[in-house]
């Protein structure tokens, strides 16, 4: 079963959400399920990214160019 949540939006967030919606042809809905799928995915990620940011400081990781010269 479906949930309704009710989100307030102000009437600029409101036309870009239209103006989204317009252009990839997907409903209110679905705009706003996916904008808050990637919104979590973003949160789980960064605090993943928090947690082992020690560990990868601990092993010298501090930049892509440090991860890429160990791995290659």
Do not use: N, Y
Request: aromatic share 6%; hydrophobic share 40%; net charge negative.
């Amino acid at each position: 079963m479906a949930t309704v949540l009710t989100v307030r939006l102000d009437d600029e967030l409101e036309e870009e959400l239209d103006r989204a919606c317009e252009r990839s042809g997907k409903s209110r809905s679905e705009m706003v399920r996916d904008a808050l799928r990637r919104q979590i995915r973003l949160s789980e990620f960064l605090a993943m990214r928090q947690e082992i940011m020690p560990f990868a400081e601990a092993a010298g990781w501090l930049t892509d160019e440090d991860v890429f010269r160990d791995v290659s």
